[in-house]
Nanobody, 126 residues
């Protein structure tokens, strides 16, 4: 069983940066692929980035590619999402999610993740 607790986020001006953290409990987290998703009001949850269990493979949505970095510190059971050059369209509730340790790689499909964080609001002002 994995429990995810998110931190970070808040109100940021356009062009600024932020880092979101996703801290996990559970001894198997280091074997889990993790993804970040976001959901804006009235929209479906969309994929942002994913990282495999070791941190060696990452994948980004086109909307954040070149501006975002996902990385992990397995010694701290934490995955991070850094987004630079924030835009108003980045405004959303951001969620981290972990796959079962059965799967070493991440995907862009929310339904393939079994564990979810509580979500954190990111608001980018223009």
């Amino acid at each position: 069983q994995v429990q995810l607790v998110q931190s970070g986020g808040g109100l940021v001006q356009a062009g600024g940066s932020l880092r979101l953290s996703c801290a996990a409990s559970g001894h198997t987290f280091s074997k889990c692929a993790v993804g970040w998703f976001r959901q804006a009001p009235g929209k479906e949850r969309e994929f942002v980035a994913t990282i495999n269990w070791s941190g060696g493979i990452t994948y980004y949505a086109d909307s954040v590619k070149g501006r975002a970095a996902i990385y992990r510190d397995n010694a701290k059971n934490t995955v991070y999402l850094q987004i630079n050059n924030l835009k108003p369209e980045d405004t959303a509730v951001y969620y981290c999610a972990a796959r079962s340790e059965t799967y070493s790689s991440g995907t862009s499909f929310p339904y393939e993740y079994g564990y979810w964080g509580q979500g954190t609001q990111v608001t980018v002002s223009s």
